[in-house]
């Protein structure tokens, strides 16, 4: 991945006929997903992929890009740790997993254990780059995992992607989450972004043996965070070990086949994204 172009269109003599490619990559992408989140440790990448596992389930054709390039966490929850990438002199080919199109910055590293270190004008350009280069093809959705937030990431990619875009936020029930989130509503709000809804993760935990929920985070944090953003709480999601267990170990379409309330809560939630529009 090249570290040397800035994203601005001046920066280089390429610059023009790079702009053109990335609208020819996104005119054949119907909408694309930004999930969110202005606090990290949310599980947010998780959220996302469920999200992409739940529109195709429906017959959706999607793909997944992970934008967190210092902490990539979709090939983990894939199982695409020693997945190859190819390519050819048109761009790189996304990985295909469980019926989605998945490309990420870990797919390339040599070492999952290095750190990336890069400057903002660095990520602008390599996200840039991933926009332009991966040949996604025609998508009913391209969903974004970005990195916790309103930084670098997310300001380029809301203005770079063109076509109808959306925001999914997601949030943990209590204050210190939905104080960076209400930033996150803001951010959407200046950027002129519109948000399909808000996800309220680690929302309650039910007791394997006594059948009672404990509201662990507090609760209730996800529908305030909806109602000043003037949109819908669009899931509210429990922790489960299980499915916890099973994303750690790579195989999170098993993790959400074997959870019932959480499947649950995201068909919910992608049908009023779908309705939407």
Not at 224 to 243: C, I, S, Y
């Amino acid at each position: 991945m090249s570290e040397t172009c800035s994203g601005n269109c001046g920066s280089c003599s390429s610059g023009c006929n790079s702009d053109e490619k990335l609208k020819n990559r996104l005119s054949v992408i119907k909408n694309k997903l930004l999930v969110l989140s202005g606090k990290g440790g949310v599980g947010k990448s998780t959220v996302a992929a469920s999200l992409a596992l739940t529109l195709a389930k429906k017959g959706a054709k999607v793909g997944l890009l992970d934008v967190d390039f210092h902490g990539p966490s979709q090939p983990t929850l894939f199982s695409l740790q020693t997945a190859t990438v190819e390519g050819n002199d048109n761009g790189m080919f996304p990985v295909e997993a469980n019926g989605i199109k998945i490309f990420s910055i870990g797919l390339v590293m040599e070492d999952a254990d290095r750190a990336i270190v890069w400057r903002g004008p660095a990520k602008i350009g390599v996200l840039k780059q991933l926009l332009e280069d991966v040949q996604w093809g025609p998508l009913d959705y391209l969903i974004l995992d970005f990195p916790p937030g309103t930084g670098d990431e997310a300001l380029s990619a809301c203005q770079m992607i063109t076509g109808n875009k959306k925001a999914v936020i997601v949030t943990t029930p209590q204050e210190v989450s939905l104080a960076d989130c209400r930033k996150c509503v803001d951010f959407c709000k200046q950027l002129e972004v519109p948000i399909a809804g808000i996800i309220e993760n680690m929302s309650g935990f039910v007791c394997p043996d006594c059948k009672h929920r404990h509201e662990i985070f507090s609760s209730g944090g996800g529908r305030k965070l909806a109602e000043l953003a003037g949109t819908d709480l669009l899931a509210q999601l429990p922790l489960d070990p299980v499915f916890l267990r099973e994303c750690d170990e790579g195989d999170i379409a098993s993790a959400l086949e074997g959870s019932p309330e959480i499947a649950g809560e995201l068909d919910q939630a992608v049908s009023l994204i779908v309705a939407k529009g």
